[in-house]
């Protein structure tokens, strides 16, 4: 049985890695100077919009980092717990196998 089960350590890095490189465009970015300054109650909507789905673009990005994190530790969870079944293996049965008689 342990023999099925198969680790693709290189895939689990690579999709973590792609996670931190997605997460790395989504930053908060200001607006410029000029744009701060305005008398008009429509751009100052747009302002607030603009900031609030910069904040949201920022979490999203440390969300995704957590995740990147999320999926390295679970790889090497599982890689350890491979090992482990693998070792159940080598020791052998711990108590005497009983089979019905013929």
């Given at each position: 049985m342990?023999?099925m089960?198969?680790?693709?350590?290189g895939?689990?890095k690579?999709?973590?890695?792609?996670?931190e490189?997605?997460?790395a465009?989504?930053?908060?970015?200001?607006?410029?100077?000029?744009?701060?300054?305005?008398?008009?109650?429509?751009?100052?909507?747009?302002?607030?919009?603009?900031?609030?789905?910069?904040?949201?673009?920022?979490?999203?990005?440390?969300?995704?980092d957590q995740?990147a994190?999320?999926?390295?530790?679970l790889?090497?969870?599982?890689?350890?717990?491979?090992?482990?079944?693998?070792?159940?293996?080598?020791?052998?049965?711990?108590?005497?196998?009983?089979?019905?008689?013929?």
């Amino acid at each position: 049985m342990t023999d099925m089960i198969r680790v693709n350590d290189g895939r689990v890095k690579a999709d973590a890695a792609q996670m931190e490189s997605a997460a790395a465009y989504l930053r908060n970015v200001p607006l410029t100077r000029q744009d701060t300054r305005t008398t008009l109650p429509a751009n100052g909507n747009g302002k607030s919009a603009y900031g609030r789905s910069q904040e949201r673009i920022s979490r999203l990005g440390v969300l995704l980092d957590q995740e990147a994190q999320n999926i390295r530790g679970l790889g090497n969870a599982f890689t350890e717990f491979d090992g482990m079944m693998a070792g159940f293996g080598e020791i052998g049965f711990r108590h005497p196998v009983i089979s019905a008689g013929e």
